[in-house]
């Protein structure tokens, strides 16, 4: 009888007859009950009566031992007996309506005790058919279902889910009975201000609400005949937090591989062990598809149990016809759920795992080959190459090869390659070649592709097979000193320079493999096919650019080199000689080259400050403005000077090389030979005999002829002369209702914002 204790008060000598109440283990009660307003069944919407209708929900949905629900109603003693207890039976019947949403029943309560506006007004507000103070909307609410059976049974069922917070109520199983009705019979005892069900105590006679109530048992296995005798038995707390279930756990150290005719010892791990008295796992062998087969040396047989951790002996039996399709499983003895399983391949002697891939240019992923794409094992012969076998990828571009041996006919140790028939099929965004071998090139791990005397060995695993790429995947970035930057510093290659990739020869001497544009970060990316591993990959660029998307006609940077090979000898040199790998930079991380000597770094800058400024004219103009035809920079003078002649050439000699204003001026001086239709002669006329400077004046006032054409040249400098002209900040511009709308700065490749650069030009002009 541990816990149960009572104290009694005897005079010296004296002596007393006592009862003892024992709790019963077989029911438990929810601590919130439902309360009740004076003689009525009506269940109100208070906090209190919410929370315990939320208990219960939770309880109901917990796996319990205690699973049979009992209704028991109690009511205060004003009334004779035979009335409380009519009384508290319409409690329970109230109580259980609501569970079951019973609108019926409610109407009988409510014309039998004669429910009206104190009740219906309680419901219409809990429901928000009108809102609380507002009378007028509460008395029409409460006319129409004073009058209205239909529309009353409605707000009956509305209102029971408010007091139930719109959950669902789990299905419940009633205790026989499922109501009981104890009226003024079990009046809590003590003092009101505590009241508790200690029978030791004086019951709490008189008006008195938490008398007033329904309260919630939940019995084992309760007999039909339980009465209200019984009650001051039922004081067992009912736990809301679902009993921790018996946690049985195990883990299976990983299996990648087991040959035919040996054994693998694996570890098996339980917890807790050893296991309870009579529980046991279950480990069994199955084969999940295709053939192949395994038995666990002890029993001979595809099962056995186990009741600790410890080692388990699985014997490789028949070899596998796919990957991973022998499982290992375990299940607690007498149940089907898995609590850990593992997959593994049984090899022969000869197991390749191989798989293929392919670098997709929109996604930026290596895809897979798709499934069903022939893959030969191939002996190389100088002759004739043979054919070992072939098996076909799955669908993630995986080949399984499982074979006692691979001899050729010929010899016992053949020269092996892999040769992948891609059948010219559309994939990852690529027209694929006919065929694609592993012969030369290495898999992403360094692994060769070609094994001459090939000793029968295991080549890659389950879990990380041998990857091979078809074709080469480049990604290069071009990059150039930029020394009108202080201190110089790398740019970008601007965008649409024109590169192509060579396998060996001279510039000029071979055709490319791959010819692109330079991107918005001065990169390219590409796949190519048609490559000979171990050739000398290079990579070409033309200092020159074309963009239809702003008018801008071909226009180059004179060299006396083709442009530029990055395989020169030089302090620029970077190619890749004998190159067998299959990729050359990533997507995240390219291959840089970068541009430092023989003036291609200007040639670059060049270019940049031209695209600037063509987009500029471009979108200032509206798209009216289609460029300057095979126009040319030269990276010399000789007058030393600036100039802009014959029409079509910019001359820049090396002091001016970095200088973006003067860069700007000398270019827009062909804007004013094209808008006039200037020849090359024209010019020089106007130089000789007309009246034309040969030189800049500040104040343009030398003539009108001088002041339009430097005029127009000194314009387009100020748009673009960075921070020297004008020497102002122009960040932001505020509009009138002092909104802020910044206006740079300009992004990568994309020249000056329109605004931003006539912003300038406004205070460098006035």
Same mark, same amino acid.
């Given at each position: ?8 008060? =005897? ?147 509305? +209102? ?5 917070? $719109? ?85 299976? *150290? ?31 062998? #199955? ?56 997959? &593994? ?33 191939? !002996? ?14 799955? *669908? ?11 001899? @050729?006919?010929?010899? @016992? ?68 000193? @930029? ?51 171990? !050739?000398?990959? +290079? ?22 080199? &083709? ?25 995240? #991380? ?40 095979? =126009? ?11 100039? $802009? ?15 973006? $204003? ?18 090359? =002669?024209?010019?020089? +006329? ?13 104040? =343009? ?26 020497? +102002? ?38």
């Amino acid at each position: 009888m541990s816990g149960i204790q009572t104290i009694l008060a =005897l005079p010296a000598g004296a002596t007393v007859r006592g009862s003892l109440v024992v709790p019963s283990t077989h029911v438990c009660q929810l601590q919130q009950t439902i309360l009740f307003a004076n003689a009525r069944s009506f269940v109100r919407p208070t906090p209190s009566n919410k929370a315990a209708f939320r208990d219960l929900l939770t309880r109901l949905g917990i796996p319990s031992t205690q699973p049979n629900l009992m209704l028991v109603g109690h009511t205060d003693s004003p009334g004779t007996q035979a009335s409380n207890t009519l009384l508290s039976e319409r409690r329970t019947q109230s109580v259980l309506a609501v569970l079951k949403s019973d609108a019926a029943r409610w109407e009988v309560l409510y014309t039998l005790e004669g429910w009206n506006t104190p009740e219906l007004t309680a419901m219409v507000i809990e429901v928000g058919d009108a809102a609380a103070g507002d009378t007028p909307a509460i008395n029409l609410a409460v006319t129409r279902n004073r009058t209205d059976p239909t529309a009353r049974q409605d707000l009956f069922r509305r +209102y029971f889910i408010r007091l139930l917070n $719109s959950t669902p109520v789990p299905p419940i199983q009633p205790n026989p009975p499922v109501l009981l009705n104890c009226g003024e019979g079990q009046l809590l005892r003590g003092r009101r201000a505590s009241p508790s069900r200690d029978p030791s105590q004086p019951p709490i006679e008189g008006d008195f609400e938490p008398n007033r109530r329904v309260e919630f048992f939940f019995f084992d296995n309760a007999s039909p005949t339980l009465t209200c005798a019984e009650y001051p038995k039922w004081t067992i707390a009912c736990s809301l937090v679902p009993p921790p279930a018996p946690v049985i756990t195990v883990t299976i *150290a990983p299996i990648d591989i087991i040959r035919v005719g040996t054994n693998a010892d694996i570890q098996v791990t339980v917890n807790p062990s050893p296991l309870p008295f009579g529980t046991s796992i279950t480990l069994t062998l #199955s084969t999940t598809s295709g053939t192949g087969n395994a038995q666990f040396t002890a029993t001979s047989t595809a099962t056995t149990t186990i009741t600790t951790s410890g080692i388990v002996t699985i014997r490789g039996s028949a070899p596998s016809g796919t990957i991973d399709n022998i499982r290992l499983t375990a299940t607690l003895t007498g149940t089907t759920g898995v609590l850990a399983q593992e997959d &593994f391949t049984v090899t022969a002697t000869v197991a390749l795992f191989l798989k293929f891939e392919v670098w997709n240019l929109t996604s930026h992923v290596f895809e897979p080959l798709p499934a069903g794409i022939d893959v030969d094992i191939t !002996d190389s012969d100088p002759i004739s190459n043979d054919t070992l076998t072939t098996q076909s990828t799955d *669908a993630n571009g995986r080949v399984f090869f499982n074979l006692p041996s691979l001899n @050729d006919p010929d010899e @016992d140790q053949p020269d092996i390659f892999f040769l992948v028939h891609t059948n010219g099929r559309s994939h990852a965004g690529h027209t694929l070649p006919s065929e694609w071998s592993t012969e030369g090139w290495k898999a992403t791990d360094g692994t060769v592709g070609y094994f001459p005397d090939y000793d029968n060995r295991t080549l890659g695993t389950p879990t990380a097979p041998l990857v091979y790429r078809i074709g080469l995947d480049f990604h290069a970035r071009f990059v150039f000193l @930029d020394r009108s930057k202080s201190p110089a510093a790398d740019s970008a290659a601007p965008k649409q320079i024109p590169v192509k990739v060579h396998s060996a020869g001279t510039p000029g001497g071979d055709v490319p493999k791959r010819s692109m544009f330079t991107d918005d970060n001065g990169e390219v990316h590409g796949v190519i096919f048609d490559l000979d591993p171990d !050739d000398d990959f +290079y990579f070409h660029i033309d200092f020159e650019m074309t963009d239809s998307s702003f008018n801008l006609p071909r226009a180059r940077v004179e060299m006396s080199q &083709f442009g530029w090979s990055t395989f020169w000898d030089d302090a620029d040199r970077k190619y890749f000689p004998d190159y067998d790998l299959t990729s050359i930079g990533t997507q995240s #991380s390219p291959e840089v080259f970068r541009c430092t000597v023989n003036d291609r770094n200007v040639a670059l800058y060049f270019l940049k400050i031209l695209r600037e400024w063509s987009i500029f004219l471009f979108q200032t103009t509206g798209g009216a403005w289609t460029g300057v035809e095979s =126009l040319s920079f030269s990276r010399s003078s000789l007058s030393g000077v600036a100039y $802009s002649w014959p029409v079509g050439s910019v001359n820049l000699p090396p002091s001016d090389h970095w200088d973006r $204003s003067t860069i700007v001026h000398e270019m827009s001086h062909q804007i004013m030979w094209k808008e006039v239709d200037f020849s090359s =002669l024209g010019v020089a +006329y106007e130089f000789i005999f007309g009246d034309l400077a040969g030189y800049h004046v500040i104040n =343009l006032l030398n003539n009108n002829q001088h002041a339009l054409i430097e005029g127009w040249a000194e314009f387009m400098e100020a748009v673009f002369a960075g921070t020297s002209t004008p020497p +102002y900040s122009v960040g932001t511009v505020r509009d009138g209702d002092n909104n802020s709308f910044p206006l740079g700065p300009p992004p990568n490749n994309r020249g000056e914002r329109g605004r931003r650069s006539l912003c300038k030009w406004t205070v460098g002009n006035f």
